[in-house]
């Protein structure tokens, strides 16, 4: 039974920073890339970045580029999202995501396993 488990949400102010854990269990994380998705209230999910084990590829949308880096600890089966600078913007339920099936990392559909979201609130 695959299982992603997030966590390290909270509440910080603008400015602030923030490191969410995925951890992964029953799935060989080596086998596939793992991404970060978030939603934003009254919003559709967004990618935010991905990570690959083969090179250790990466890639950020636009909006948390210089911010946010995504990186992995294969001995520990875990991805984290460190964030800094946070603003209000990035204020949203985050969620990973493995099992990418798909060309693009963007899309969510493209991903069979979730978490069920840890909730990150920015406030001004």
């Known amino acids: 039974q695959v299982q992603l488990v997030e966590s390290g949400g909270d509440s910080v102010q603008a400015g602030g920073s923030l490191r969410l854990s995925c951890i992964l269990s029953g799935y060989n994380y080596r086998d596939n890339c793992m991404a970060w998705f978030r939603q934003p209230p009254g919003k559709e999910r967004e990618a935010v970045t991905f990570?690959?084990?083969?090179?250790?590829?990466?890639g950020y949308t636009d909006s948390v580029k210089g911010r946010f880096t995504i990186s992995q600890d294969n001995a520990k089966n875990t991805v984290y999202l460190q964030m800094n600078s946070l603003t209000p913007e990035d204020t949203a339920m985050y969620y990973c995501?493995?099992?990418?099936?798909?060309?693009?990392?963007?899309?969510?559909?493209?991903?069979?396993?979730w978490g069920q979201g840890t909730q990150v609130t920015v406030s001004s």
């Open positions: 990570i690959c084990p083969t090179g250790g590829s990466t």
């Open positions: 995501a493995t099992g990418f099936i798909g060309t693009n990392w963007r899309l969510s559909k493209d991903y069979l396993y």
